[in-house]
């Protein structure tokens, strides 16, 4: 941006930022300007009242679009328990650039804001009270966007998770029983399958009922 501009004051605020009240001077005009910038991202400036230079103005911008990026990621996180490659998925979707969204998901990364173990296994227990089987549940956690790591922490959970039961209850439910006609049964496997269970879980099932 042309022209000079001077800090005018820097004051705390209780949600952890720092707002910055900047004045642009551009020929005779002056124009107020404020930026949130985050704790840590102001403290990384060192910062004071007084002139800034035109780099510093445009690294002020840069900041505060990180700051609302972090600030929106984080109330999205409260309505919603999600992925860290879920909520950047929104944050990009909300209109921030990539590179701003990729920088907001990394500070929540580093503060530790989001478990996506904990988030992952959560998700998980709710899919199991759906009654999806492990295959359609373990796919679904990969498409939140949730890490390897958090994925495979479920694959050794579900383990302790009755399929075969759960899947004797879908038929019981959904179809009232094994159906007698052959066409009807291979349309109630190919069910199964979609929601998830294996052959073994499906042939396990029959037996319980």
Do not use: N
């Not at 690294?59 to 990180?66: G, W």
């Not at 860290?84 to 998925?89: D, F, M, N, R």
Request: net charge negative.
């Amino acid at each position: 941006m042309p022209g000079s501009a001077r800090i005018k004051s820097l004051t705390r605020r209780g949600d952890a930022t720092v707002l910055l009240s900047v004045e642009v001077s551009r020929a005779d005009e002056h124009e107020a300007v404020e930026f949130v910038l985050l704790d840590e991202l102001f403290l990384s400036l060192d910062l004071k009242v007084g002139e800034i230079d035109e780099e510093m103005l445009y690294t002020l911008d840069r900041y505060s679009e990180v700051t609302a990026a972090y600030l929106s990621a984080c109330m999205s996180f409260a309505y919603v328990q999600s992925s860290l490659g879920a909520l950047y998925t929104k944050l990009v979707g909300k209109g921030f650039s990539k590179e701003t969204s990729a920088e907001a998901i990394e500070i929540i990364r580093e503060r530790g804001f989001v478990d996506e173990d904990a988030v992952a296994m959560r998700r998980a227990e709710i899919m199991v009270k759906k009654l999806w089987g492990r295959t359609r549940i373990l796919r679904e956690l990969r498409k939140e966007g949730f890490p390897d790591s958090a994925i495979e922490g479920v694959s050794e959970e579900l383990y302790d998770v009755d399929f075969a039961e759960m899947c004797a209850r879908v038929i019981e439910k959904k179809f009232s029983g094994v159906p007698e006609d052959r066409k009807e049964r291979e349309k109630m496997f190919a069910s199964l399958s979609r929601l998830g269970y294996s052959a073994g879980d499906i042939r396990s099932a029959l037996r319980l009922i």
